[in-house]
């Protein structure tokens, strides 16, 4: 399973710097960024188009021809359309989600951008959220672009990521930490 994981990730990463330098080249790079956010957002819509990039059972032609139909249908040309009918082509439609987070890495390493995950009991306002990326920008020296996701489970507070540290100031986390110390008491 491992390497199977790492063999995605690898031809994940081959695709996506690919995709990056010649972006970079054609000065493109934002066009094919948001080409690619677009086709992400149809991929978690869609259960249909999902089966049809991981699925094994349909032919190279056959996800090709429905991956152009697909594209057609969304208004989606360029370098993106291009790149996706080469990974269908290719067999390699299975590894798209997994290149698209590529892409997304280096084109943030490359910008200088450290990303964020902020988890909240409740959606933060843009202001929060402003706020919050002003002081993680302080704490590492980096521009930080923060993408936060709801857990009500929380209860309250943050639970923030950054590279592998986390800031864990939910208090759901600290009413755990409360209960374990008064076990050890009683």
């Not at 677009?38 to 429905?66: G, H, I, N």
């Not at 892409?103 to 390493?109: G, I, M, N, S, V």
């Not at 930080?144 to 309250?156: C, F, R, T, Y």
């Not at 923030?160 to 864990?168: H, L, N, Q, Y």
């Amino acid at each position: 399973m491992t390497d199977n994981v790492s063999l995605i990730s690898g031809v994940a990463h081959r695709y996506a710097t690919a995709l990056l330098d010649l972006a970079e080249e054609q000065g493109s790079v934002a066009e094919v960024e948001t080409a690619l956010n677009a086709f992400e957002k149809l991929l978690q819509d869609s259960a249909d188009l999902r089966r049809l990039v991981t699925s094994p059972v349909f032919s190279a032609d056959e996800q090709l021809k429905a991956l152009s139909a697909v594209l057609d249908k969304a208004g989606q040309t360029g370098l993106a359309a291009g790149f996706l009918k080469l990974a269908a082509k290719n067999r390699r439609l299975f590894a798209v989600p997994g290149m698209i987070q590529a892409f997304r890495a280096d084109l943030a390493r490359r910008r200088g951008e450290v990303p964020a995950e902020v988890a909240s009991a409740a959606p933060l306002s843009d202001t929060q959220l402003s706020a919050l990326a002003k002081a993680l920008d302080a704490a590492t020296g980096k521009k930080v672009v923060i993408s936060s996701k709801v857990d009500p489970a929380l209860i309250g507070g943050l639970v923030v990521k950054v590279g592998s540290r986390m800031i864990d100031t939910s208090l759901k986390t600290k009413l755990n930490s409360l209960k374990f110390a008064m076990k050890e008491v009683g």
